[in-house]
């Protein structure tokens, strides 16, 4: 608990130093350069979530006095259904940080070249041991001072991108060709249950996702615990409902950029490189070399076509007539050639799966880490790589905090050792500490077959966070449904969401929608015809 003394701007930089691991810095540009700035949408129901914590869940939870916001749930109802919320914290937490320790191990692997098991091992270990010897008041120290360096980390990154850009060529017009060629569609407005991202499901299903992560994750709700007061655990909440969708969308600009100077540079067929020296090694180099060469052929036809748009961009801005017809037949060369050039990729990519069918394809998490390792002078990539190396041990440390402060408050006090000292249970939290790192490392072995990691974690989270939030909810607000009740319809409901998701029935973000209200309905239900005996609290 840090002794309860940590001060609003400690808690709202430790807050955002949680969530934003680097996952964020390495994964984000990464789908900006694939699919533009649409996941900025993700993050707007945030600034209400936070609102609504701030009025309800923050003072409940401080004066309760808990220690975990679990203990809270047996109070409300009773042991098993604490235990199954615990439990579903735990298993999720645990998952999504293998993936986090999975993140910068990449780049140790990328820049060392070696195995990358043993970057995993490697990272894991170091965050593990000071973790363990720290606690909560280190987690919240370091983070601290994390993020003032990913701060200043990031304005470098941006300056660099358009500094590298061509003689001639400013922000503006890197701006004009990622928009050009659908890089800059920040918002959609188009309901659809099947789109991942629109401003519906950002605004609806990001406000129960991130209600139930900062109201239930014991990740971030330990963090808003250590504050002084209720107004300092509300304000450091309140900065971070502020800060974190500039920040996010600064994140995704990035990658645009990094998109854009690609434009006008060659860019490698495939990104990960680790894959590309296994395939040099194989029977299949030549055809692969054919068809790198063919789509670095693709992509100087492509240079073309952009100098040639942005000669249309520029005569259409200082004409009065008739200049919109050339650009549009500017911008439509040019997404032929984008078009050929990714055609060719995609042929380059199906020769890397048949070579290796284990390899992982999808190389979005390695598009800015290789502009990084190619382009930048060599200090600035050290500062970049220690940002992605600082945000993903702020965010392992706390999530091995509060995977083990649960562990031990909500299953060995409450079943093993009711009664014991301090000193007891420091020790057995540390210990804890560090079976839950030996499991997190274990995750991060499998982490590479998930794709970007970005969207990984979050699916991963959208499993089980309606489910948690919709026990809260009921726990807060319905005071007439008993434990029972509560306990089956989260059984039920987690099972639906499980289904709902391998058969792919909506996007991620709705299953935290799903998941809440199925609780909320099934406990009403069930409370009524198979548990009617009412208990009130």
Same mark, same amino acid.
Request: net charge positive; proline share 2%.
């Given at each position: 608990m840090a002794d309860k003394q940590l001060p609003w701007y400690h808690i709202g930089l430790s807050v955002m130093a949680t969530q934003a691991s680097a996952i964020t810095f390495i994964s984000a540009p990464g789908l900006a350069y694939t699919d533009g700035l649409r996941f900025v949408q993700f993050y707007f129901g945030l600034?209400?979530?936070?609102?609504?914590?701030?009025?309800?869940?923050?003072?409940?939870?401080?004066?309760?006095?808990?220690?975990?916001?679990?203990?809270?749930?047996?109070?409300?109802?009773?042991?098993?259904?604490?235990?199954?919320?615990?439990?579903?914290?735990?298993?999720?937490?645990?998952?999504?940080?293998?993936?986090?320790?999975?993140?910068?191990?990449? !780049?140790?692997?990328?820049?060392?070249? &070696?195995?990358?098991?043993?970057? @995993? *091992? +490697? =990272? %894991? #270990? /170091? $965050?593990?041991?000071?973790?363990?010897?720290?606690?909560?008041?280190?987690?919240?120290?370091?983070?601290l001072f994390q993020m003032f360096v990913i701060f200043a980390g990031l304005f470098a990154a941006a300056f660099m991108v358009v500094h590298l850009l061509p003689a001639g060529v400013g922000l503006t017009d890197a701006l004009h060709i990622a928009g050009k060629m659908?890089?800059?569609?920040?918002?959609?407005?188009?309901?659809?249950?099947?789109?991942?991202?629109?401003?519906?499901?950002?605004?609806?299903?990001?406000?129960?996702?991130?209600?139930?992560?900062?109201?239930?994750?014991?990740?971030?709700?330990?963090?808003?615990?250590?504050?002084?007061?209720?107004?300092?655990?509300?304000?450091?909440? !309140?900065?971070?409902?502020?800060?974190? &969708?500039?920040?996010?969308?600064? @994140? *995704? +600009? =990035? %990658? #645009? /950029? $990094?998109?854009?100077?690609?434009?006008?540079?060659?860019p490698p067929v495939f990104f990960n490189k680790t894959e590309i020296a296994q395939i040099e090694n194989s029977s299949s180099k030549e055809a692969f070399h054919k068809l790198e060469a063919e789509y670095n052929q693709a992509n100087t036809e492509k240079q073309i076509a952009v100098i040639e748009m942005l000669k249309a961009v520029h005569a259409n801005e200082g004409a009065m007539d008739g200049s919109a017809g050339s650009m549009d037949a500017a911008r439509s060369n040019l997404l032929q050639?984008?078009?050929?050039?990714?055609?060719?990729?995609?042929?380059?990519?199906?020769?890397?799966?048949?070579?290796?069918?284990?390899?992982?394809?999808?190389?979005s998490n390695y598009i800015f880490l290789s502009f990084v390792t190619g382009y930048l002078p060599k200090g600035l990539i050290g500062l970049l790589i220690a940002i992605i190396f600082l945000a993903s041990m702020g965010s392992m440390a706390s999530a091995l905090n509060s995977l083990a402060s649960t562990t031990l408050v909500d299953f060995y006090k409450r079943l093993y050792r009711k009664t014991g000292t301090d000193a007891l249970y420091l020790r057995t939290s540390r210990s804890m500490t560090l079976a839950w790192g030996i499991f997190c490392i274990g995750i991060a072995f499998y982490a590479s077959r998930l794709g970007n990691l970005i969207e990984a974690v979050n699916i991963l989270g959208s499993l089980f966070y309606g489910t948690i939030l919709g026990i809260f909810l009921v726990a807060f607000y319905m005071k007439h449904i008993g434990g029972k009740a509560v306990f089956y319809a989260a059984l039920i409901a987690e099972g639906f969401i499980v289904i709902a998701w391998l058969i792919n029935l909506c996007a991620f973000l709705w299953l935290n929608v799903a998941g809440c209200l199925l609780v909320m309905l099934l406990a009403v239900i069930l409370q009524k015809s198979v548990f009617p005996r009412r208990r009130i609290i």
């Open positions: 600034p209400l979530a936070m609102v609504v914590l701030c009025i309800t869940f923050v003072p409940m939870f401080r004066n309760l006095n808990v220690f975990t916001a679990y203990e809270f749930i047996e109070k409300r109802f009773d042991t098993r259904t604490r235990l199954l919320t615990a439990g579903l914290f735990l298993l999720q937490r645990g998952l999504s940080t293998g993936i986090t320790i999975y993140a910068p191990s990449i !780049i140790l692997s990328t820049i060392l070249g &070696i195995d990358i098991n043993y970057t @995993i *091992l +490697l =990272i %894991g #270990t /170091l $965050v593990i041991l000071y973790t363990v010897y720290g606690g909560a008041k280190a987690v919240s120290y370091s983070q659908g890089r800059l569609n920040a918002i959609d407005t188009k309901f659809d249950l099947n789109n991942r991202y629109n401003i519906w499901s950002g605004i609806i299903g990001g406000f129960f996702l991130q209600l139930s992560y900062f109201g239930t994750d014991q990740s971030q709700v330990g963090r808003y615990l250590t504050g002084r007061s209720i107004a300092q655990s509300r304000l450091g909440l !309140i900065m971070n409902g502020l800060i974190k &969708i500039p920040m996010q969308f600064f @994140i *995704l +600009l =990035i %990658g #645009t /950029l $990094v998109f854009a100077f690609y434009q006008f540079h060659q050639a984008d078009e050929k050039a990714q055609t060719i990729r995609k042929e380059a990519i199906q020769l890397i799966a048949k070579n290796d069918p284990k390899t992982d394809t999808n190389d």
